[in-house]
């Protein structure tokens, strides 16, 4: 294959017979066998982009030669991030410092062995080089000795305390990456890790194929960068994903923990042969339904290979040191349970934990293929466990301290289940669902069932209200009305921030736009008759934030055009002889407001509570209007005003049932106008369960940065705390709202918070940070402080 690399390498002599132009040929030639073609032309852009950077030719060479063999580590999607790390990085040091950084990727490739890993080494180097660049050619010099004692988690810790502990001495800070003090070596040990999973990846997969007879994929997960701790096994698009390394255990060291962890994994792969349904189950039934299916593919594996049941039994059985464990009781119940299951000589204290094995153990033997053996057997569990014990939170049961079990998320089916398109979608796509919008004569002659199911083929969706054609005399209730679903988005999953740990669990919360129930849209225009005094400060408010366009200022000594009555001031000051006044120009600014704004209502259940805390049977109970009245009357008013103003914005509301099904509404869309339809949702609103209020932040904000605009702003109208039901520890929902906060500030998005809680004195600072916030002391103010803190933010 003949290339022209003249028009990439242009920095580089490619007479016939050159060195550089025999280097080339030789390493495309390489690359043309390992990549696709589209891994070909980011490979020949990468040189172009380093071409252009002007630091040598070493640097293009290096490249050149090393990337065939990183991609034949990590693969070629790869490509584009080092050529983006390189370009960032030749800022902050030395074309020969980057060069070497090249020079010893292919190492880290090795080492490192995934493509995310690598990818998170890329970010270490570039955090690295801001705060202490002189220590990345030393440590580019040890790189070697560094991987193979640390995980990216482990060189990451040691570079970072290293960096700050030599900030401003630059002598220090190259021995201590050189390897050549005291503290380096100290620190060196501190974060050396018990077992590098790169240096044992090929013992296990002969390992697994000698059990099964077939190759599994394997790949390390880096997830240990603030804690010595990694992720959990997990398995995703069919392969297996363990730690990059493990300590010893209680006595078992790293290999026989690694050995357990991915014979577990492959037996779900083997035995696990359709997902167990999540529906209508919570997360403490799914962590006992989870136990219950973990033994259950173990016992297959053993009833096949005997030795694997010693080897995982060995984690269930107490060691010496483990008698002044803290564990919580359900664990420990849960804990004895496994072990009672997988060991019929062992007796437990617990006479029902005795019988719960027995019987499972029987199944198990009669046939431990049975469908739902594991469901049924784990709800008649949670059922068992509620009468012995309180059940914790979901991060107690989530906390096995069992280092070799995944996360499950394997054996379950969501609406995002892996079974149905994680790598590939099993149904072609002739026989994919096909949705139709089409007019009511389409669906009246051509429709073949006006209900289609979930299941359908194809769904045509008639733009208007489709009414019995039968009784169409008589009835005035449409196909919809009477039993029509509602409309659901497609999941959006966010991260979330656990601050036990300092990291954010990836796609952790899922939320869901919905529709809420229309009302009569003459109840807002009810709303602005019935706060007339209020509607007319507003209008003060809308008069002087409008945008004045082109305005014409005087008085500069610098400007656009010529103030010609200053200028005859000024020469007949200079003729008398008098100091002349310079500023003789009009400077010409624009006015406009170039502002979006998203409304955010919280709607949880106590917002459906009457103001003054009254109760049913209370003296004027029945006129009290409700929070969530309130919060509709603020809304309108400040949507009537934003609207007159002319500023894109969009009201929505949030509510959750657990992190699930966090429900999203969207009362007004930023190029909705705001008319009848409009309002017409905003007067239905409905209180919904609990505020899980970093995920619904983070989906506003998301809507936003779609928005060209140079202003952006959040405004929350909240009347509690971040609070959700699978969630027992304040704390967590509030750290993680902070954080929402935060990440949105560093997408150029502002949030303010208005609450109601009188007591919101005590965490709403913590969150939304000093001068970001209002508490509204009378609840029945809030539709006159709501316009007055929107003018405040943004006049």
Known sequence: ??????????????????????????A???????????????????????????????????????????????????????????????????????????????????????????????????????????????????????????????????????????????DGQ????????????????????GTLFIDNQRKLNFYLRALWGRAFLMRPTSGDYETRQGLKPFIEDFQIHVPDAYDPHRGIDGIEIYRAAVAHAAAHMVYTTEPISAEQLSQAQMRCIELFEDVRIEYLAW????????????????????????????????????RAIMDPDYRDPETAIDEIARDFRAKLEADPRQKNLSWFAGIDFYNRLTEIARIPSVRVLSDWPVPYRDDNCYIWEFSENLFESQGADYLPATQQQVRKYVSAIDMANEVDCELAGDDAQEVWICATEFFPYEDAGEATVSYNAMWGKEPVSEPHHYDEWDYHVQLARPDWTTVIERRQPRGNPELMDEILERHKPIASRIRHLIDALQPQGIVRKRGYEEGEELDLNAAVRAMIDIRRGVMPDPRINIRITRHIRDLA????????????????????????????????????????????????????????????????????????????????????????????????????????????????????????????????????????????????????????????????????????????GENNYSIVDNVERLPERLPNVFAALTS
């Open 28 to 170: 495309y030639h390489e690359a043309a066998r390992l990549m696709s073609p589209r891994g070909l032309q980011n490979y020949l852009e990468g040189m172009r982009a380093l071409c252009a950077l002007r630091r040598g030719a070493d640097l293009v060479l290096t490249y050149v030669e090393e990337m065939p063999l990183v991609a034949k580590e990590v693969g070629e999607d790869v490509i584009p991030d080092v050529v983006e790390s390189i370009m960032k990085l030749a800022s902050h040091t030395s074309g020969t410092v980057l060069a070497l950084i090249l020079a010893n990727l292919h190492l880290a490739a090795q080492r490192l062995g995934d493509t995310e890993v690598l990818r998170g080494y890329l970010k270490l180097l570039h955090q690295l080089a801001g705060k202490a660049p002189r220590g990345l050619r030393p440590m580019m010099e040890h790189l070697d000795e560094l991987l193979s004692k640390l995980t990216l988690g482990g060189l990451r810790r040691w570079a970072m305390w290293g960096a700050q502990a030599h900030q401003r001495d630059l």
């Open 303 to 338: 009833s096949e290979f005997p030795g694997l049941r010693k080897l995982w039994l060995r984690f269930y059985e107490p060691a010496p040191e483990d008698r002044g464990e803290d564990i919580h009781e359900v664990m420990d119940l849960m804990m004895r349970t496994t």
């Open 1 to 26: 294959m003949s290339v022209d690399f003249s028009e990439y390498v242009s920095c580089l002599e490619l007479e016939e017979g050159h060195e550089h132009r025999e280097a080339i040929d030789a």
């Open 597 to 768: 704004i998203v409304l955010l209502l919280d709607l949880s259940e106590s917002t459906n509570e009457k103001v003054g805390g009254l109760k049913e049977g209370d003296p004027g109970y029945e006129e009290a209007p409700t929070i969530l009245d309130l919060t509709r009357e603020s809304a309108g008013l400040l949507a009537w005003a934003i609207d007159a103003i002319g500023d894109a914005f969009a009201v929505h509301g949030f509510a959750s049932d657990g992190r699930h099904d966090v429900q999203y509404y969207r009362f007004k869309d930023f190029e909705q106008r705001y008319d009848d339809e409009a309002k017409s949702h905003l007067a239905g609103m409905q209180g919904g369960p609990s505020t899980r209020m970093g995920a619904a932040l983070r989906h506003a904000g998301w809507h936003l940065t779609r928005q060209n605009a140079t202003k952006r702003l959040v405004l929350l109208v909240t009347d509690g705390e971040p609070a959700d039901i699978d969630e027992r520890d304040p704390q967590y929902l509030r750290h993680d709202t902070k954080k929402a906060v935060e990440d949105l500030a560093m997408q150029g998005i502002y949030t303010y918070c208005l609450t109601l809680d009188p007591k919101a004195d005590q965490y709403v600072a913590r969150i939304f």
């Open 174 to 193: 190259m021995a201590y990456f050189a390897l050549a003090t005291e503290s380096s070596r100290s620190v060196l040990q501190k974060e050396r890790r």
